[in-house]
């Protein structure tokens, strides 16, 4: 169980989008977790999560609780040849999942900041990726 508040964030941010049902299903790289699990192979496609908190922003004099902001990646990683209709879909589901969202984890009250947003497919050899960003900011619960 999460006890920190970076940790309620990420916990909180993992659970909504673990409620959004892709058809066909997407696996998720989680992060700090190796993706795929040893001897499997990596399948496409699938959702890989980055968390980047920002610097916490002191918006009150003293001790009182401060805001927690950063930014929560969903990046749709999809075969290369496949075209880009179908990961732009994938995109524009979570930006929609997450869009005006308000979420909680314990005593965190988790906000997403601005609309998500995808940004311009990126092409590797084997495979196209697109990053959707996620905003959030949140106070950290009074102690």
Known sequence: MATSTDAMILAALIERLETLVFAPPLPIA???????????????????????????????????????????????????????????????RIIGHFNNQVLWAGDVRVTIAAEPW?????????????????????LEPEV
């Open 30 to 92: 989680y992060p700090g977790i190796d993706f795929p699990l040893a001897g499997e192979m990596k399948s496409k496609p699938y959702v890989a999560l980055a968390f980047l908190p920002n610097q916490t922003r002191q918006i009150t004099i003293g001790d009182d609780p401060q805001q927690k902001r950063g930014i929560f990646q969903a990046t749709v990683v999809w075969a290369r040849g496949q075209g880009l209709v179908k990961p732009l879909d994938a995109a524009g």
């Open 118 to 138: 995808a940004a311009a497919p990126l092409q590797d050899d084997d495979r196209v990726r697109v990053p959707v960003t996620i905003p959030y900011f949140a």
